[in-house]
């Protein structure tokens, strides 16, 4: 408890107070009913070995197998049952800091509390046995709203921990972890209506047998996770191979990612296109692959031939990352993101809308974190003259759109700039270059070299070709 932020050692207490009055209440509901203590008796043990069948999502978020099995509980016993099945996985928490042991077991308990006061206030009944009738069409209403009171309740009481004890920003938390997972558990609550009507049918024997397509689940999810583990650990590898090549914009990638992000969602860009501009940021200067490393490290002056090498970077990042089919509509924001709004950028010299959204957003986030890192000539900006910089250019260089969209975001969340300290030691040791491409107040407009600009147009033909294919073959067709 020590370990806690006071705010958080109040946020616990009130939760864990709350989860100890609806223990309480339910006990008493339940005391000397042996129908109620059938139901827990079979339930509770399913509950704990359902903690081992724990599916992973992604990096941040792990999907419970206990969910259905709690919304079983009340779905069959009543609320009184879920919140006692809720505090039985306490038996297998006797390892952890008693914060997370009090925080994790009242979550239960007063998920299981909602989502059965809930279903029973919109008139649902037990369903221990199956009605003459058969299933209850009307039932359906109580069950799914209770299904999403669950995962409210279990979204906000995460909500509340990580802002109060890790300070983070409650949005974030939101995107990054409550939206990601909606939709998934909001299948494996139905595996929770399956269970119930199972012992409806057979009894608690029956419904075990839900364990089945639980693990099908797990299994399935498990894989998925694998599949997006895979994929991250190709492009760090890829961003790994740039950054031992090019020192001193070390964890540049990630940041330009993370700032492309923002802006998205100030935007309100959908998860799906959100998440594929977060791979274009991190790829976005994976072409320097191709640029000889002595230019990259060049500390003085680039000849006409060494910047037409640094210019080609945009159409060597597509062309790497063109196999990699997770990510159709970032090759747009890699090819395009040193294009300017005036038409003086390169590889092909668009101008205005005719530059992808992508790149526009990776533009802006590109050279805001150059201005904000330390390099050998210049020190590191303040965010606000870098902002203010922005600003000067938009319109000619940046889309003004996606400036605002910048400074709008970090008005919501910090910014946490290049440590100086690391960067100085690269350029030491390293020495770095005499101009920094990404930098709009250190560089000349630049004319789009011809011969780039045709490799680069035929490139991009392609790559809208195999979109193009991509697309028809979802519709299943050219119509």
């Not at 090819?335 to 003086?344: A, N, S």
Request: one cysteine or more; aromatic letters at 6%; a neutral charge.
């Amino acid at each position: 408890m020590q370990q806690l932020r006071p705010v958080a050692q109040v946020y616990l207490a009130v939760v864990t107070a709350g989860a100890l009055a609806a223990l309480v209440a339910a006990l008493a509901v339940i005391a000397g009913d042996r129908e109620h203590l059938r139901v827990l008796a079979v339930l509770a043990p399913i509950f704990v070995l359902s903690i081992f069948l724990k599916s992973r999502m992604t990096q941040q978020v792990d999907l419970s197998a206990n969910v259905p099995i709690l919304i079983a509980a009340y779905l069959i016993g009543g609320w009184s049952v879920a919140c006692l099945v809720g505090i039985s996985a306490i038996v297998l928490d006797r390892r952890k800091a008693l914060s997370r042991i009090l925080f994790n077991n009242a979550q239960w308990v007063l998920m299981g509390l909602a989502g059965g006061l809930i279903y029973e206030t919109m008139g649902g009944t037990s369903m221990q046995t199956v009605p003459t009738d058969g299933f209850e069409a009307a039932l359906l209403g109580p069950i799914v709203v209770s299904i999403i009171a669950v995962i409210g309740i279990n979204a906000a009481l995460m909500l509340g921990i990580l802002a109060f004890q890790e300070q983070i920003n409650p949005g974030t938390i939101w995107r990054s972890m409550v939206l990601t997972s909606v939709g998934p558990y909001f299948a494996y609550g139905l595996l929770g209506l399956l269970m119930a009507v199972l012992w409806s049918i057979g009894g608690g024997f029956a419904a075990a047998l839900v364990l089945l397509p639980l693990l099908v689940a797990r299994r399935a999810f498990n894989q998925y996770a694998e599949q997006r583990e895979a994929y991250e650990s190709t492009i760090r590898a890829l961003v790994q191979a740039v950054e031992t090549k090019d020192h001193y914009t070390r964890g540049h990638s990630e940041r330009v990612s993370r700032a492309s992000v923002l802006i998205a969602r100030i935007l309100k860009m959908r998860d799906d296109r959100v998440e594929a501009l977060r791979y274009a940021g991190i790829l976005h200067d994976v072409g320097k692959l191709g640029v000889p490393t002595r230019v990259l490290q060049k500390t003085g002056p680039l000849s006409d031939m060494e910047f037409a090498a640094i210019k080609r970077h945009p159409r060597n990042g597509t062309e790497m990352v063109r196999g990699i089919a997770f990510l159709e509509e970032a090759y747009n924001g890699i090819m395009h993101h040193h294009e300017r709004l005036d038409g003086r950028g390169y590889p092909l010299g668009l101008a205005g809308r005719d530059i992808p959204e992508f790149a526009r957003i990776i533009a802006v986030a590109d050279a805001f974190d150059s201005m904000t890192s330390t390099r050998s000539y210049r020190g590191a900006r303040e965010i606000s003259e870098a902002l203010h910089e922005l600003e000067n250019c938009a319109g000619t260089q940046f889309d003004p759109t996606m400036v605002q969209a910048l400074i709008a975001a970090l008005q919501l969340e910090p910014w946490t700039v290049a440590a100086p300290a690391e960067q100085r030691q690269v350029d030491v040791e390293l020495g770095a270059p005499s101009f920094d491409h990404d930098d709009p107040a250190a560089n000349l407009p630049t004319e789009p070299d011809p011969q780039i600009a045709a490799e680069a147009e035929l490139a991009e033909r392609r790559n809208q070709r195999l979109l193009h294919r991509r697309d028809v073959t979802r519709r299943g067709g050219w119509s």
